[in-house]
C-alpha cells in the first residue's frame, strides 16, 4: 500500500483542534490515539458548492446497512495512522485518489454508533477539491453517491424530525428515498457551522 500519509505536511496534521466533549462517552479517553476509523469530508468547490454524500450497500452484518456516510472506514494493521486509513477507504469505495495539497483540516474527533451501542471514535478530515471527479464505487460497499449542494443542506426549511425508529425520532435530511440522519447529518452540521440541534442518535452512515 502506498504510504499516502507520508505526503501531507506536518503543518496542516498539527492543526489545533478542539474535541467536542458531548459527542465523546466518559468511558472514552479522548484522545486520538484511541480512534480507530476515520472519514473524509470532501467538499467540491465547482459547479456549486457540495459535499460528497455515499449510500451504504445493504448489508445483513452492517449495523448501518443502506445509510448514507462520508466515505472512510475503521483503521486496519497495514495503515500507518488515521490519515492513511481515510485516504485509503476513499479511493476503496470510490476511485478518487486524495491529494496532499487537498486536505484542508484534521476536524475534532466525533462519536459514531451511539444508538446501535456500537461506540465508534471517529477521526474526520476535510479535503476541499475543485470540481467533482468521475466516481468509480465499490458495489460490495456502497450502492450510490450524490454531491449534496452545500446551500441546500444549511436551508433549514428542508430538514425534518423523524421517526427512524419506533418511538425515536430524529433530525434529518430528506436525501433520494430516505434520510440523512445520526453521525452524518451532525457532522456535516458541524463543519458547516450550523445551529447545533439535539438528539443526532446513532451513525447514521459515515
Avoid at 469530508?41 to 443502506?66: F, H, T, Y
Amino acid at each position: 500500500m502506498v504510504p499516502y500519509s507520508q505526503e501531507i505536511s506536518a503543518e496542516v496534521l498539527n492543526k489545533k483542534v478542539s474535541f467536542n466533549v458531548s459527542r465523546v462517552p466518559v468511558e472514552m479517553a479522548i484522545s486520538p490515539n484511541n480512534a480507530t476509523a476515520a472519514v473524509a469530508i470532501i467538499k467540491c468547490m465547482n459547479p456549486v458548492e457540495s459535499v460528497l454524500i455515499l449510500r451504504r450497500a445493504c448489508l445483513p452484518q452492517d449495523p448501518w446497512s443502506g445509510h448514507f456516510s462520508f466515505p472512510g472506514g475503521k483503521k486496519e494493521d497495514e495503515d500507518a495512522d488515521l490519515l492513511a486509513t481515510c485516504l485509503r477507504e476513499t479511493k476503496e469505495e470510490t476511485g478518487l485518489r486524495l491529494e496532499s495539497s487537498q486536505l484542508q483540516e484534521r476536524l475534532p474527533l466525533a462519536t459514531a454508533g451511539r444508538i446501535q451501542k456500537k461506540h465508534l471514535l471517529v477521526q474526520p478530515f476535510l479535503f476541499v477539491i475543485g470540481s467533482s471527479p468521475s466516481l468509480t464505487l465499490s458495489p460490495e460497499e456502497i450502492q450510490g453517491s450524490c454531491w449534496l449542494p452545500i446551500k441546500n443542506f444549511q436551508n433549514q426549511s428542508r430538514h425534518q424530525q423523524v421517526e427512524i425508529f419506533p418511538g425515536h425520532v430524529f433530525p434529518t435530511y430528506p436525501l433520494d428515498d430516505y434520510y440523512l440522519w445520526g453521525f452524518t447529518y451532525g457532522l456535516l452540521r458541524s463543519v458547516l457551522a450550523m445551529e447545533e440541534v439535539d438528539n443526532y442518535g446513532g451513525h447514521g452512515g459515515g
